[in-house]
């Protein structure tokens, strides 16, 4: 099956500095790559995914870019803000709709 | 409003009882699943569906069980719940989409087994 990694497993940057997760996946056949962010207490919540037929993809502070060839994916947060402050999951997916997820990485924003 | 619920919320029960761990989703979504999560840590998949009347085992080997009589109710059965057992139990939903679909978790159930 499907094996993801993810590193680091916490970060802690300055606010308004940048922050990158990085995940590699095992299985080549793996097209879908949704990370979602989970706060003390909460549940997960996605926060932005790519499929395999996109290089990268940005929504405000938040981009994801995807090297097939490599088989890897990250994470970039820019302008962090202390709400940014959370446990991150990377996840793959290969056509069967089930998702393997990394160990997480919890983010600490310092004011 | 479009949801995934989940009760009980929290659950401190003695060794050998049996649960039920209840998830339904107003999402109209015909994928459901069930993880184990101890907290801040990784996801396991320990039972999907695809639909009614189909139940899969996931990736993490479970002693629970599930059903899925209708559409929106996932409920999660432990005949005999031990202090291993202990853990949060998420059940999340998405819809069929071709290449992996987006999964919305529910608000999860903490159980305590002494």
């Known amino acids: 099956g499907e094996n993801v990694e993810q590193h680091p497993s916490t970060l802690s940057v300055q606010e308004g500095d940048s922050a990158v997760i990085k995940c590699t996946y095992s299985?080549?056949?793996?097209?879908?790559f949704p990370w979602y962010k989970q706060e003390l207490g909460k549940r997960p919540q996605l926060i932005i995914d790519?499929?395999?037929?996109?290089g990268e993809k940005k929504d405000q502070r938040i981009a994801v870019t995807l090297n097939k060839t490599a088989k890897h994916f990250s994470l970039h947060i820019t302008e962090t803000q202390p709400e940014d402050s959370a446990v991150y999951f990377c996840a793959a997916s290969i056509n069967d709709y089930k998702l393997s997820f990394g160990a997480g990485t919890t983010v600490t924003v310092r004011a | 409003e479009a949801d995934i619920y989940q009760t009980p919320r929290y659950l401190v029960i003695g060794t050998g009882k049996k649960i039920t761990l209840e998830c339904s989703q107003t999402?109209?979504?015909?994928?459901m699943y069930w993880y184990q999560q101890d907290p801040g840590m990784e996801l396991h998949l320990i039972h999907y569906?695809?639909?009614?009347?189909?139940?899969e085992k996931g990736d993490l080997s479970s002693e629970s069980t599930v059903s899925r009589i209708r559409t929106e109710h996932f409920p999660l059965t432990l005949e005999s719940a031990r202090p291993s057992h202990t853990s949060q139990y998420l059940c999340?939903?998405?819809?069929?989409?071709?290449?992996?679909?987006?999964?919305?978790f529910g608000p999860g159930t903490r159980l305590l087994v002494l």
């Open positions: 299985d080549s056949a793996s097209n879908y």
């Open positions: 999402m109209g979504h015909d994928k």
């Open positions: 999340a939903s998405s819809e069929l989409q071709a290449g992996g679909g987006t999964q919305y």
């Open positions: 790519i499929r395999s037929n996109v």
């Open positions: 569906s695809y639909g009614v009347n189909s139940t």
